[in-house]
């Protein structure tokens, strides 16, 4: 079977009922400070939001077989992806045989090098290979998640990540990863303010529970060994992203006079390179590519069998969020953990909060992927329309 057609796409999704349950409060990430790479200049720094580009919405791509049967893949950052989709992808692919994975993959890595294939055409290479992925299981009949291997457990083990922590204790969870809200901008009082923060956060999930931080690309190598000094008696898991992600050398600094803590990083690491990097000079121990940022389900096989080799653990950065990241997680033994990000305010259940079709979610800590064929997404075909008209 060939490829018939490729095309990036929006997805207009039918209005969502309204959430019947009035929130106790506002979400965490309403307000809330998080320390990011511009917290160094005032007027952005307080929230991503102020400086992130504000009319990159989220892209789609629809690739059809010849019978008609379609797949679709989605990324983010708008019309730059789009046109990379569009303008040289799909017209180098069509035509060529819908399950030839690997192939297809390396073709868009080389092709996409005279202008990097890391950054924004790494997203472009994402939305296409997943769509290839949901198109194969549509053909031949079968959740992603069975021609990736076959369910690896019963049921999947999820982290919930987020700022309301008791609202993810009554939800289940039984471990949790806190948005750093400080960094050097701050001084010695971001310091102080950062550790008091997660001493509440430990105080209140007690410890029997694991807890994490995630830093944003927020620090140099000099506040991330002062904080996790500070941290040292909570006993964090990991701490995450603390570092520009270009910076490997950093990485293996930080490695090297932390080596009593966990460390986590890769969801800015585009296409597999970065990771194998890594990987081989052990500059972090839990590797976290976003399935639909890296360069898709065939790039994320190649880190996740790459690290398990090492004997280093992968999980998905935001992989509970989309069912591209739950099918591939449920087919790897060695994911036994899922990152679930909750924004909805507490006391709002996580089925009113907008359930995208076919996304599972989690119970009491656990969930289970659809297992419709492809990525399991109840997806109409008219509510798809051309990204460029």
Same mark, same amino acid.
């Given at each position: 079977?060939?490829?018939?057609?490729?095309?990036?796409?929006?997805?207009?999704?039918?209005?969502?009922?309204?959430?019947?349950?009035?929130?106790?409060?506002?979400?965490?990430?309403?307000?809330?400070?998080?320390?990011?790479?511009?917290?160094?200049?005032?007027?952005?720094?307080?929230?991503?939001?102020?400086?992130?580009?504000?009319?990159?919405?989220?892209?789609?791509?629809?690739?059809?077989?010849?019978?008609?049967?379609?797949?679709?893949?989605?990324?983010?950052?708008?019309?730059?992806?789009?046109?990379?989709?569009?303008?040289?992808?799909?017209?180098?692919?069509?035509?060529?045989?819908?399950?030839?994975?690997?192939?297809?993959?390396?073709?868009?890595?080389?092709?996409?090098?005279?202008?990097?294939?890391?950054?924004?055409?790494?997203?472009?290479?994402?939305?296409?290979?997943?769509?290839?992925?949901?198109?194969?299981?549509?053909?031949?009949?079968?959740?992603?998640?069975?021609?990736?291997?076959?369910?690896?457990?019963?049921?999947?083990?999820?982290?919930?990540?987020?700022?309301?922590?008791?609202?993810?204790?009554?939800?289940?969870?039984?471990?949790?990863?806190?948005?750093?809200?400080?960094?050097?901008?701050?001084?010695?009082?971001?310091?102080?303010?950062?550790?008091?923060?997660?001493?509440?956060?430990?105080?209140?999930?007690?410890?029997?529970?694991?807890?994490?931080?995630?830093?944003?690309?927020?620090?140099?190598?000099?506040?991330?060994?002062?904080?996790?000094?500070?941290?040292?008696?909570?006993?964090?898991?990991?701490?995450?992203?603390?570092?520009?992600?270009?910076?490997?050398?950093?990485?293996?600094?930080?490695?090297?006079?932390?080596?009593?803590?966990?460390?986590?990083?890769?969801?800015?690491?585009?296409?597999?390179?970065?990771?194998?990097?890594?990987?081989?000079?052990?500059?972090?121990? /839990?590797? #976290? +590519?976003?399935?639909? &940022?890296?360069?898709?389900?065939?790039?994320?096989?190649?880190? !996740?069998?790459?690290? @398990? $080799?090492?004997?280093?653990?992968?999980?998905?950065?935001?992989?509970?969020?989309?069912?591209?990241?739950?099918?591939?997680? /449920?087919? #790897? +033994?060695?994911?036994? &953990?899922?990152?679930?990000?909750?924004?909805?305010?507490?006391? !709002?259940?996580?089925? @009113? $909060?907008?359930?995208?079709?076919?996304?599972?979610?989690?119970?009491?800590?656990?969930?289970?992927?659809?297992?419709?064929?492809?990525?399991?997404?109840?997806?109409?075909?008219?509510?798809?329309?051309?990204?460029?008209?």
């Amino acid at each position: 079977m060939k490829i018939k057609s490729i095309r990036a796409v929006r997805l207009n999704l039918p209005p969502a009922p309204p959430s019947t349950t009035v929130p106790r409060r506002p979400s965490w990430a309403a307000e809330a400070e998080v320390a990011n790479p511009m917290s160094r200049y005032p007027h952005v720094k307080r929230n991503r939001s102020l400086w992130l580009p504000r009319t990159w919405e989220a892209v789609c791509c629809k690739v059809e077989a010849e019978d008609g049967t379609w797949g679709l893949g989605m990324t983010g950052h708008g019309r730059a992806v789009a046109a990379v989709i569009d303008d040289h992808l799909a017209p180098q692919l069509v035509g060529q045989p819908c399950l030839a994975h690997e192939k297809l993959a390396d073709m868009m890595f080389r092709m996409t090098k005279p202008y990097g294939s890391t950054g924004l055409a790494s997203y472009a290479i994402s939305a296409v290979d997943l769509a290839l992925w949901d198109l194969k299981g549509k053909l031949l009949d079968k959740p992603v998640y069975e021609l990736l291997g076959g369910p690896a457990r019963d049921k999947q083990l999820c982290y919930c990540t987020g700022n309301d922590v008791d609202w993810y204790l009554e939800l289940g969870f039984k471990a949790f990863k806190l948005a750093c809200p400080y960094g050097p901008a701050d001084g010695l009082e971001g310091l102080r303010k950062n550790e008091e923060f997660v001493a509440r956060a430990r105080e209140e999930i007690g410890d029997d529970k694991e807890l994490m931080l995630d830093c944003w690309m927020a620090f140099d190598v000099e506040y991330t060994v002062r904080l996790a000094e500070r941290l040292r008696p909570y006993r964090l898991k990991w701490i995450e992203e603390c570092l520009l992600s270009e910076d490997l050398d950093a990485h293996v600094e930080c490695r090297q006079r932390l080596p009593w803590q966990g460390l986590a990083t890769g969801e800015h690491w585009y296409t597999a390179t970065p990771f194998m990097a890594a990987i081989q000079r052990r500059a972090v121990d /839990f590797l #976290q +590519p976003d399935i639909n &940022w890296c360069g898709g389900a065939t790039v994320c096989q190649k880190i !996740v069998h790459a690290a @398990e $080799g090492a004997g280093l653990t992968t999980i998905l950065h935001g992989g509970g969020n989309t069912p591209y990241g739950q099918h591939f997680t /449920f087919a #790897q +033994p060695s994911m036994t &953990w899922l990152e679930v990000f909750v924004s909805a305010p507490p006391g !709002v259940p996580l089925s @009113e $909060g907008g359930r995208f079709p076919g996304l599972a979610l989690p119970q009491d800590g656990y969930l289970v992927p659809v297992a419709a064929p492809g990525f399991g997404m109840d997806i109409k075909a008219e509510w798809l329309s051309p990204f460029f008209i």
